[in-house]
């Protein structure tokens, strides 16, 4: 088939784009850097287009002939927004979201998979859950068959949160956590998610599906952090900070030129997840994902 994935430059977008191109489809990739899509599918054959979600003119041409559009892009620098570079969950996830559905209507898309997130609903007031419930209703009101996927936590190769956890981990023997660390947290490995989305591409896809999916272990995310500095074979102390102290520097860190965290980030990142995963095991019950040690082990 021949695939479009906005977003395909990304942590999970390439690794949708390695599953679908071992399957034989054909990848086409978004990217508002062409220079730098190019050079990270060196030698693969995906065919990059240079464009931005945020102005439909750029993209509209490149949905023409494609049977499916895979949608896996998000602001950069998330969680922190950047609103005056519109580098915000309305300006990319919601607004973004509904330029491409809409332009893909028109080119005669057949099958939109939209990857939202865990927790996603429209009684939510935070910005991240109002622009992903936008983005899902304007997939979902395109006229286009629909999937949408809310993952947990997705970790893997190039990730960089639980990655950067595990340089810590390595190097330090005390681990700040923010809060309590009794947020739940259901980590999927980012392969396997791939898998699932390359096997909603194969399969007939039904009217608007919906999968909250993470990985098969529900744990704390102190749990998380433990499991791994085991994992890694190091002993270390967990201190846990209140959040409204991380918050209060947050609030300062926010006016720096790349602030790396502001009060709402600080939420985002100590979120409660609880997953409803019924309807994904139902639909795909021969689909293996891995434990958080096979995960780590794999890479
Ligand atoms: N990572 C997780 O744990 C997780 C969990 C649940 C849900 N999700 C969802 O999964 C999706 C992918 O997450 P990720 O972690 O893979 O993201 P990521 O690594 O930050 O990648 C996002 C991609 O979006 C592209 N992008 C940014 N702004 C754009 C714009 N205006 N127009 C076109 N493309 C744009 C960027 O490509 P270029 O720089 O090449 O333009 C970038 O490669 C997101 O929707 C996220 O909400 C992620």
Redesign the pocket.
């Known amino acids: 088939m021949k695939i479009f994935i ?2 395909g ?5 390439q690794a949708i784009a390695k599953a679908l191109l071992r399957q034989g489809h054909a990848v086409r990739v ?4 062409a220079k ?2 190019k050079d990270l599918f060196l030698n693969q054959s995906v065919e990059i287009v240079e ?4 102005d439909p003119q750029t993209f509209a041409k490149a949905l023409e002939g494609m049977e499916v559009v895979i949608q ?5 620098g ?1 969680p922190v927004e950047n609103p005056k570079k519109g580098y915000t969950y309305w300006q ?2 919601a607004l ?1 979201t509904g330029n491409l559905a809409k332009a893909a209507k028109l080119a005669g898309v057949k099958h939109f998979i939209y ?4 927790g996603t609903d429209g009684k939510r007031s935070e910005p991240w859950f109002k622009a992903k419930w936008y983005a899902e209703q304007a997939v979902r009101g395109s006229g286009i068959t629909a999937t949408i996927l809310r ?5 893997g190769p190039g ?1 960089k ?1 639980l990655n950067r956890m595990i340089q810590m981990l390595r190097k330090l023997p005390l681990f700040a956590l923010i809060g309590s660390g009794k947020n739940h947290v259901q980590p999927i490995f980012v392969d396997d998610l791939a898998e699932v989305i390359a096997a909603c591409v194969s399969t007939t896809p039904q009217e608007d599906q919906i999968f909250e999916i993470g990985g098969p272990e529900e744990m704390t995310m102190k749990e998380m952090l433990q499991r791994t500095a085991k994992f890694l074979g190091k002993k270390r102390i967990f201190i846990p900070i209140p959040k409204i102290l991380v918050k209060f520097g947050a609030f300062f860190l926010q006016f720096l030129p790349n602030p790396p965290l502001n009060p709402k980030a600080v939420d985002f990142i100590t979120m409660d997840v609880h997953l409803n995963a019924e309807s994904f095991k139902k639909t795909f019950p021969n689909i293996h994902l891995k434990t958080l040690e096979e995960g780590l082990r794999s890479y």
């Open positions: 906005s977003g430059t990304g942590f999970i977008g978004l990217s508002r850097g730098k899509a464009g931005n979600l945020q896996c892009a998000q602001f950069p998330h990319v996830d973004g990857l939202s997130g865990a993952p947990s936590w997705v970790y990730d949160s």
